[in-house]
């Protein structure tokens, strides 16, 4: 499978996902987008890559950015790093690689695709799997509701909320052909705990990807041992085997910064209701 990943750093969950889709042996990596793509993070973006062999090219949408947008988790994982230089402007390098066959998975604001979307008017996306949005009791059959989302049709989410103009371009683009969203109603559900770090330790078979991840979470569980949320190694696994999920095909809306999703057809969008949560992480572990 040939995946374009765009992703940040305040979050581990980001880095969680590019260890496991750029160590997978059924995915080649061909671009990864970073956003906004500080020195500081593309350091991080190619360590990364270099643990695991991988020599795919790095993007960054504000490549001379003088901040540092990397979280501590990363400083007490990895330690020190160079600072590191991109290969291309984040949005030229998608338009390079996303060729009919490739998927674009993000896990970030959408600042990169709608620039894709909006400078490159022959660019198509034939997949595109996001970490965002959100289905509630209008959407979610009740045996799959979370407790914490009791009653709500709509909820804020960070990677749509914070470029807003560029999730509503790229959920009703006629050059995305097919879009899967991996929303935080399902991924609010599956964590990566201790208990789950204990199974993957006895492990024999996992990919190289979950093996350095795994490396990553013992690093994380000494600051968190409540584990950390599986947002986007879940847009991941949905990109590996969307049959681990339920999808309801829905129009997406957003009601005073809040997103919502309603049944509808014809829209290409398919939004999550649910997860095998063992298959999500058979597909991207081992």
Not at 23 to 43: K, L
Not at 193 to 213: I, K, N, S
Not at 232 to 241: Q, S, W
Not at 265 to 273: A, F, M
């Amino acid at each position: 499978m040939l995946v374009a990943f765009d992703m940040e750093t305040r979050d581990p969950d980001d880095v969680l996902a590019l260890c496991l889709l750029a160590g997978h042996p059924r995915v080649r990596v061909t671009a990864v987008t970073v956003n906004p793509g500080t020195p500081a993070q593309i350091g991080v973006v190619r360590h990364v890559l270099r643990r695991l062999g991988n020599a795919a090219p790095v993007g960054a949408r504000v490549p001379d950015s003088d901040r540092d947008a990397v979280s501590a988790f990363h400083t007490d994982w990895l330690g020190d790093l160079p600072a590191g230089r991109p290969d291309a402007i984040a949005h030229e390098l998608l338009a390079d690689v996303l060729t009919g066959d490739t998927t674009l998975i993000t896990g970030a604001p959408l600042h990169n695709l709608r620039l894709l979307l909006t400078r490159h008017p022959v660019a198509r996306v034939r997949r595109w799997v996001a970490q965002g949005g959100f289905a509630g009791d209008n959407m979610v059959p009740p045996a799959d509701r979370l407790a914490k989302f009791a009653g709500a049709v709509t909820q804020e989410s960070y990677n749509f909320g914070h470029d807003a103009k560029a999730a509503m371009l790229a959920l009703s683009s006629p050059r995305v052909s097919e879009r899967l969203l991996v929303a935080k109603n399902v991924t609010h559900g599956v964590a990566w705990d201790g208990a789950l770090q204990a199974r993957l330790r006895d492990r024999d078979e996992l990919t190289p990807g979950a093996r350095l991840a795994v490396e990553a979470m013992d690093a994380y569980l000494r600051q968190r041992p409540e584990g950390k949320l599986l947002h986007d190694p879940l847009a991941a696994a949905a990109a590996l085997d969307p049959g681990a999920f339920t999808w309801v095909e829905a129009e997406v809306f957003r009601e005073q910064g809040r997103w919502g999703s309603r049944p509808s057809h014809g829209t290409d969008t398919r939004v999550s209701v649910a997860v095998d949560a063992e298959r999500a992480l058979r597909a991207l572990m081992w």
